[in-house]
């Protein structure tokens, strides 16, 4: 069993940054992709930005050139900086993790509000 928890989450103001972290209670080598979920209320949970093994990055057309997916798999940590934020990226922000063998893994979320 994996836990992952997250961090990092708060309020900040429109053109704001934010960087959540997710922490691993193992080593992340074993994990194949990596990826940051976030879910509005209303809406459907939706991925974010997902990171291999390899260091290959995929992002939501919404936040291209805006967040950063990264990992630091000295530290079993995974991170998400976010920046010129929009109240429309409020949302509970979720780390999630695929191994090799196929499991996957949540985190608990961590709550992001952007004001206007």
């Known amino acids: 069993q994996v836990q992952l928890v997250e961090s990092g989450g708060g309020l900040v103001q429109a053109g704001g940054s934010l960087r959540l972290s997710c922490a691993a209670s193992r080593s992340i080598f074993g994990f194949d992709t990596t990826g940051w979920y976030r879910q509005s209320p209303g809406k459907q949970r939706e991925a974010v930005a997902v990171i291999t093994t390899g260091g290959s990055t995929n992002y939501a057309d919404s936040v291209k050139g805006r967040f950063t997916i990264s990992r630091d798999n000295a530290k079993n940590t995974m991170y998400l900086q976010m920046s010129s934020l929009k109240p429309e990226d409020t949302a509970v922000y979720y780390c999630?993790?695929?191994?090799?063998?196929?499991?996957?893994?949540w985190g608990q979320g961590t709550q992001v509000t952007v004001s206007s």
């Open positions: 999630n993790a695929k191994t090799w063998a196929g499991s996957i893994y």
